[in-house]
């Protein structure tokens, strides 16, 4: 029986931004909280703009996915990696030799993909966003290569104290807040397009800034600025609440990182409270290599239990909440893991309190060879594999979403 299909009993909760909240945006955060329980889970893909190509590698993916597995992905996540805190929101990622896009054309490539998802029956955006250092604005890679596909690595600058900078009060603060001002600006403009069923209104997007805050890699993260990051999200939600006219389509997800025991512990002191977040999320990879091609990751099917710790860190931190994996795949030489077998049957079965997992890259385009979701270059094996798991009567891609 598919119990996916409608909410049956009313929900009057509100997200983080209450009353104010659109009927659209109301629609998709009661549906993911009417999944939290149940044994099926909403299955989304995710990738960034691209250097490559205007379109790039959301586009990419979200056509991949489609094509190896017959289906539309509900939920879409883009990436937005925005160097500059001077033109954020209006100019956009930082690209790299072969890119044939401009800083500039980030914002609107951003939409413009959205809105061509949209039209192809993705029901749901996802919004991720690396920021640069603002104390340094560093475009250094910081004892890092040269960033991934050649780009800068900004968002790993670690130098100075740039959480506390953007706290009220702190050197960078009106920097901040500047460009707070001008994601509402891009996240207000944001509508479905024309011949959509909500032609004209604005598209929920759920927020999530400062991810994988308690890891080590960008300068957001890690333990020695948690205090602070706790009070910029807070200032950040208040400061969003504030505006006017009030802002109607966002919700927002703290994202944590859970590639290893040192990361899976103490999401508490991360967690800036109930009123400042809607969902909680988390990394989960089940590679044989990590991202260097060297360091191993713990595994999604959890062998080594990190997979069960992660979930119940995330029920015990935010019981309430909506809960999410919003980035997790396998590698693409990893030709011993099968889709069913180890994302839908897991996630529907053995963490039946998630309510969507987002795979993160089905495309290897331009300079990148790296992808975890579904791909054109997988093996036979798992390309039937991510066939079957969109078959799984419990996971929901675009046609069985009823938002």
């Known amino acids: 029986m598919r119990i996916f299909s409608r909410p049956v009993v009313a929900d009057t909760a509100l997200p983080v931004i209450g009353a104010n909240a659109s009927t659209e945006t109301l629609a998709l955060y009661r549906y993911l909280r009417w999944l939290k329980g149940r044994p099926c889970v909403i299955w989304g893909v995710s990738d960034r703009l691209d250097i490559e190509t205007p379109l790039g590698r959301m586009k990419e993916s979200r056509t991949a996915f489609t094509t190896q597995t017959g289906r539309v992905p509900a939920l879409l996540q883009v990436e937005y990696h925005d160097s500059n805190w001077t033109t954020g929101w209006t100019g956009g990622w930082t690209g790299g030799a072969s890119g044939t896009g401009t800083p500039a054309d980030g914002p609107a490539n951003t939409a413009a993909e959205i809105s061509a998802a949209l039209t192809a029956g993705v029901k749901g955006i996802a919004v991720n966003v690396h920021m640069g250092n603002p104390v340094t604005g560093a475009l250094s890679r910081q004892g890092q290569d040269g960033g991934q596909d050649g780009r800068p690595g900004y968002q790993y600058d670690r130098s100075e104290s740039p959480v506390a900078a953007i706290l009220n009060g702190g050197a960078q603060y009106a920097q901040f807040t500047a460009w707070l001002d001008r994601f509402y600006d891009w996240a207000m403009a944001l509508v479905y397009p024309v011949g959509h069923a909500h032609a004209g209104a604005r598209v929920p997007i ?198």
């Open 206 to 403: 759920i927020f999530r800034p400062f991810h994988e805050c308690n890891g080590v890699t960008f300068w957001w993260a890690g333990s020695d600025r948690r205090s602070d990051l706790k009070t910029v999200w807070q200032q950040m939600v208040d400061y969003l609440k504030a505006k006017a006219p009030a802002l109607t389509n966002v919700l927002f997800a703290m994202h944590m990182d859970s590639g290893d025991a040192t990361m899976l512990q103490n999401w508490d002191l991360w967690y800036p409270g109930n009123s400042y977040v809607d969902g909680l999320a988390w990394s989960r990879y089940d590679n044989t290599t990590g991202n260097d091609g060297t360091s191993t990751y713990a595994r999604l099917n959890d062998t080594d239990g990190m997979m069960d710790l992660a979930y119940s860190l995330a029920q015990a931190t935010a019981p309430t909440k909506v809960l999410m994996v919003m980035e997790t795949g396998y590698t693409n030489d990893d030709t011993g893991n099968l889709w069913d077998q180890r994302v839908a049957n897991v996630a529907t079965t053995r963490y039946p309190m998630l309510s969507a997992y987002f795979t993160w890259r089905c495309a290897a385009v331009g300079s990148s060879t790296l992808r975890w979701g579904p791909g054109s270059a997988d093996s036979a094996a798992r390309k039937a594999s991510a066939a079957a798991a969109v078959l799984d009567p419990n996971v929901i891609t675009a046609d069985r979403c009823p938002l």
